[in-house]
């Protein structure tokens, strides 16, 4: 095992091997930093319990996960505590062991909410998580010790889960707000069994369960999940965008059931009128692909008019440059600045203005306008991309533009890329034609439809 001087430059040039290294302090004795081949290290402390010498046990405590939450520094001081109580007969790892065995998933799970999500992943991000953990995995095993939850404990929660969001809703049960993300099925089960998997891995770099505890989440098979992505064609894309001018002008009229009681009260006037900050965060939607909040959250700040592009400092996937079309840029130069957010909210201009929350109800309106019920305000971002695939833009183009992170992820557009591949399939059948002929010339396919 090798013996080097634990501090921030040595540690920061540790590269994971092929299998688990233990480094050593060169300084005190018994402190070490132990790399799994996944890149993943912990700081632990070695002991002898009892009087110590050859002949006492040794014992091994994980201080902490070596992340920017626990540094070198911190992590010598705590072993140092360590060793100091060792020193007058104390078994810090056996205290850890007995008290940690009673800790219920839950407890574990909130020590990784608490320490690794919140720290480290977007307030959007969390609060997906939170939602998982409360509404599905806590009722049902939360209240069991981590250490002996095993893989059928996992394998019938991914089942229930799934069988849940399978099951017909009452037409007279209230919604939730809860019930409308996470719910159950197939999709949520599998985000579970995942938020799973990453608790004990934590749990296992930070102490909190053993290091030869085995992950029950492992060789859990996931539920094929089914893309939930919709395109519009050009003749959808035109009634969406009828729509959205007649809601912006004159309003679109929205249907009062006369049967019902209070029929009459209703006022004559029965049209919905949305306003020109709404109907541009509509159009921005269409013509940029970017996401949702990226729109709302949008900051008059962030548009760089002269180079027509936005730089926002934060989105999913960080730091992020959206380069703007003609039609974007018209958009944006148009509208009336109202405060500090482009998509004036009710607060726009006040001391705690605030981003405009969504855009349900509006959608909403336009949506069945157009007859196109179920469409998604994402779906607006699967339409930009599959344009662009349609169009024979490449595929990192189209992550480029849409800010992709993993090229993985603009790969589900690669079936659209319909024009070229009919050009090539064209020519090859071309070719093979003139083969058939015996070289003769033949009447040219075509190329188009």
Not at 197 to 204: K, L, P, R
Not at 357 to 366: E, Q, S, Y
Request: net charge positive; aromatic share 6%.
């Amino acid at each position: 095992m090798p013996t080097i001087k634990l501090g921030r430059r040595a540690v920061a040039a540790i590269t994971p091997d092929s299998k688990t290294v233990t480094y050593w302090d060169s300084e005190l004795a018994g402190f070490g930093l132990r790399v799994f081949p996944s890149g993943k290290a912990s700081w632990i402390c070695e002991y002898r319990a009892g009087a110590g010498g050859r002949g006492a046990a040794k014992r091994r405590l994980t201080l902490g996960s070596a992340d920017d939450t626990m540094t070198p520094e911190a992590a010598r001081s705590a072993a140092r505590d360590v060793l100091a109580r060792v020193r007058l007969g104390a078994d810090p790892a056996a205290e850890r062991a007995e008290e940690r065995a009673g800790e219920t998933v839950k407890d574990v799970a909130e020590a990784w909410f608490k320490r690794h999500i919140l720290a480290k992943r977007k307030a959007s991000t969390a609060a997906h998580y939170r939602q998982v953990l409360e509404t599905h995995i806590y009722p049902r095993i939360g209240s069991k010790r981590a250490v002996a939850i095993t893989r059928q404990d996992v394998a019938r929660l991914h089942s229930d889960i799934a069988e849940k969001g399978a099951q017909t809703r009452k037409p007279t049960a209230k919604k939730r707000a809860s019930q409308t993300t996470t719910r159950g099925g197939k999709y949520v089960a599998n985000q579970a069994v995942r938020i799973l998997s990453s608790i004990y891995n934590w749990a296992v770099d930070t102490g909190f369960v053993p290091e030869d505890h085995r992950n029950p989440v492992m060789r859990i098979e996931k539920f094929e999940e089914v893309g939930r992505e919709r395109f519009l064609s050009r003749e959808e894309l035109a009634r969406l965008g009828a729509a959205i001018t007649e809601a912006e002008t004159v309003g679109i009229e929205w249907a009062v059931d006369e049967t019902k009681p209070n029929a009459k009260h209703i006022p004559k006037q029965r049209r919905t009128v949305i306003t020109p900050h709404v109907a541009a965060a509509l159009r921005l939607l269409i013509f940029t692909g970017m996401r949702l909040r990226e729109v709302l959250n949008l900051e008059w700040a962030h548009f760089d008019r002269e180079r027509r592009i936005l730089l926002l400092p934060d989105s999913k996937t960080g730091k992020k440059t959206v380069v703007l079309a003609d039609p974007a840029v018209d958009i944006l130069v148009s509208l009336p600045r109202i405060g500090r957010y482009v998509i004036a909210s009710e607060s726009a201009g006040l001391p705690e203005e605030k981003p405009r929350a969504d855009l349900k109800k509006p959608w909403r309106l336009v949506t069945q306008k157009a007859n196109l019920s179920g469409l998604r305000l994402h779906d607006l971002r699967h339409s930009f991309a599959s344009f662009g695939a349609a169009g024979g833009l490449g595929l990192p183009l189209i992550g480029g533009l849409l800010g992709h992170a993993d090229p993985k992820t603009t790969a589900r557009y690669a079936h659209l890329a319909t024009d070229p591949l009919r050009q090539a399939a064209n020519a090859i059948a071309g070719s093979i034609t003139v083969s058939l002929n015996g070289g003769a010339d033949v009447v040219p396919f075509r190329t188009g439809t």
